[in-house]
């Protein structure tokens, strides 16, 4: 019987280590790293005579990074994508597995209206001019015996956004 209190023990002094009340969940956890892998603006649709709704369409490519040994699935990866300090729209990847110390390529193609405080950023964008970005936001992952842990919100990736143009003007 001596051996079966030693489990509960040894298990509790494990576990101890791996909860955030016993040591900061930072030791336990690395926060996986996002990087902008492609950013482009495909299409921009202005405000025509037809009544349609200005739509800017973007392709996105994110790299994301494990530094972990256990592979990871990301919920609800996603945030505000911000042009030179505006926040031009909301993009979102619903579930992101990250094979352990591996890293995962998330492609997303998003449709942003475009409205009067968001042209102009747009329109530089398509002209070839050089902007900023960010891409501000927040991550859920399941920890197991942690459970389900929230990240953010944080700046997930920012960088020099310059293609080429695709109006003409």
């Known amino acids: 019987m ?3 209190r030693l489990l509960p023990v040894s298990f509790a002094a494990v576990l101890c280590g791996a909860l955030s ?3 900061p969940l930072q030791q336990v956890f690395q926060v996986p ?5 492609d950013l482009r603006l495909t299409r921009l649709t202005l405000p025509g005579g037809l009544g349609a709704a200005p739509v800017a369409d973007l392709s996105l490519t994110l790299r ?3 530094p972990n040994p256990l592979p990871l699935r990301l919920a609800n990866l996603g945030g505000a994508l911000v042009i030179d300090g505006f926040e031009v729209g909301q993009v979102s990847f619903p579930n992101v597995a990250i094979p352990a110390r591996g890293e995962a390529q ?3 193609e998003l449709s942003i209206p ?3 405080n968001t042209a102009a950023s747009f329109l530089k964008v398509a002209r070839g001019q050089l902007v ?3 891409l501000d936001g927040q991550f859920s992952t399941d920890l197991g015996p942690l459970g389900l842990q929230s990240f953010g919100p944080f700046t997930l990736a920012q960088g020099q956004w310059k293609q080429p143009a695709i109006l003409p003007f």
């Open 21 to 23: 009340a016993c040591a």
């Open 114 to 116: 475009v409205s009067l």
């Open 106 to 108: 998330q492609p997303a």
């Open 132 to 134: 900023t970005y960010r």
């Open 2 to 4: 001596p051996g079966r």
């Open 33 to 37: 790293q996002v990087a902008v892998q």
């Open 64 to 66: 994301v990074t494990n």
